[in-house]
């Protein structure tokens, strides 16, 4: 059984920070890529950040500079530290994997950003 259980997140105001992690287990962790999603009210869900098995990370533009995603292959965790946080940044966020032909995801965490 793959499992991913996310912690981390909640409210902040804008310019604060926030850590989320996603720790995995079922899948031999260091094979597979690694990414974050988010997904606003009413918005279709988005691709935030990927780390790859060989631990070269991308970003979609709105967070790079101020997100950063890494991952432990002894924990099997991936995190994503968020820093400088806007209002747009609001949305609920999913780890997210694919292993095994399928697409496996977190259960998700609120991120809440107040101006």
């Known amino acids: 059984q793959v499992r991913l259980a996310q912690s981390g997140g909640g409210s902040v105001e804008a310019g604060g920070s926030l850590r989320l992690s996603c720790t995995t287990s079922?899948?031999?962790?260091?094979?597979?890529?690694m990414s974050w999603y988010r997904q606003g009210a009413g918005e279709q869900r988005e691709l935030v950040a990927t780390?790859?098995?060989?631990?070269?990370?991308t970003y979609v533009d709105s967070v790079k500079g101020r997100f950063t995603i890494s991952r432990d292959n002894v924990w099997n965790r991936v995190d994503l530290r968020m820093n400088s946080l806007k209002p747009d940044d609001t949305a609920v966020y999913y780890c997210?994997?694919?292993?095994?032909?399928?697409?496996?995801w977190g259960q998700g965490t609120p991120v809440t950003v107040s101006s």
């Open positions: 997210n994997t694919r292993a095994r032909g399928f697409d496996w």
């Open positions: 079922g899948i031999n962790f260091r094979l597979y890529d």
């Open positions: 780390i790859s098995a060989g631990g070269s990370a």
